[in-house]
């Protein structure tokens, strides 16, 4: 079987949340699977300079803002623009590595749910309630959830991942590695 694809992520970028929605499908087509790689924008942007594309100069902003909604609407995909935008992420990809750890197939049942929550519903992954809610919504345990987020070894993999992402030259979100080639 060919290697999997690697779609890097973070939880506040809207382009990741449109390609979630579709990479799979993709990546069946081709015989592969995708390695789910949360890492965190934030930290990047800090590392490389970068910033959120709705922070760039006011037209490229406007830019980005419309075609949000637009790559949505062409993707078929429900969208709707955070009234909080970016927020920070730390906790929901802590919550899709804790949860990643005992079941892969739960993990991207919370990741879809996730990205939908806060780009399709406005409800803000920075909250944690708003987290153990959806763990609830999808069939995990949301106190093991809410205490697995805290474990030192979570804490630790996520630093790893945006570590790795920063080494091998992603600057925004998402980032995609087919076969070593990188897409954003």
């Known amino acids: ?22 990479i799979e499908e993709l990546a069946a087509r081709h015989g592969r699977r995708v390695a789910f790689k949360p890492t965190l924008l934030g930290v990047i942007f800090r590392t490389t300079g970068g910033v959120p594309l709705t922070e760039l100069v006011p037209p490229k902003a406007s830019y980005f803002a419309h075609d949000f909604e637009r790559s949505a609407r062409f993707a078929g995909v429900p969208f709707r623009h955070p009234s909080v935008f970016p927020i920070p992420t730390v906790n929901a990809s802590r919550a899709f590595l804790c949860l990643q750890e005992r079941d892969e197939a739960l993990a991207v049942r919370f990741l879809h749910a996730a990205f939908r929550a806060y780009f399709a519903q406005d409800r803000s992954l920075a909250e944690p309630e708003v987290l153990t ?23 630790e993999q996520l630093k790893a991942l945006v570590d790795e992402s920063i080494s091998r030259g992603v600057f925004g979100a998402p980032t995609i590695f087919v076969d070593g080639e990188m897409f954003w």
């Not at 079987?1 to 579709?22: G, H, N, Q, R, T």
């Not at 093991?144 to 030192?152: T, Y």
């Open 133 to 155: 809610a959806l763990a609830t919504e999808i069939g995990a345990d949301p106190v093991a959830l809410a205490r697995g987020m805290q474990e030192p070894a979570v804490k």
């Open 1 to 22: 079987m060919p290697a999997p694809i690697e779609f890097w992520f973070d939880f506040s970028s809207p382009y990741s949340y449109l390609a979630s929605e579709k």
